[in-house]
């Protein structure tokens, strides 16, 4: 059983930056999609970043795209999202996320919160204007 802990969310000014990362335990296979998702209130859990920790292959929404990075540290099965230039929209519960890898999946799978088997408890961002 995979188990997800998030941390490093927190409230930072327009602009700002900050940085999740992603403890996972418990992994048996040895490859995985691992994303992060987020989820406004009132609004519907959406994928911004995915990444395949075997080749490093990533996908990232268009709401996010040149402003976050996602990265892994397969030593310390650790999943990163480097998020800069945050702006207020941005604020939200943000979650890991992880699948075992069967066979390649397209962007949109890859950002699609149903591929998803384990998921985290989330990790607060709040970014004020």
């Known amino acids: 059983q995979v188990q997800l802990v998030e941390s490093g969310g927190g409230s930072v000014q327009a602009g700002g930056s900050l940085r999740l990362s992603c403890a996972a335990s418990?992994?048996?296979?040895?490859?995985?999609?691992m994303g992060w998702f987020r989820q406004a209130p009132g609004k519907e859990r959406e994928g911004i970043a995915a990444i395949l920790t075997s080749g490093g292959s990533t996908s990232y929404a268009e709401s996010v795209k040149g402003r976050f990075t996602i990265s892994q540290d397969n030593a310390k099965k650790t999943l990163y999202l480097q998020m800069n230039s945050l702006k207020p929209d941005d604020t939200a519960m943000y979650y890991c996320?992880?699948?075992?890898?069967?066979?390649?999946?397209?962007?949109?799978?890859?950002?699609?919160?149903?591929?998803?088997?384990?998921w985290g408890q989330g990790t607060q961002v709040t970014v004020s204007s």
């Open positions: 996320a992880a699948k075992r890898f069967y066979r390649p999946m397209t962007p949109i799978q890859a950002l699609g919160r149903s591929s998803y088997d384990y």
């Open positions: 418990g992994y048996t296979y040895s490859a995985y999609y």
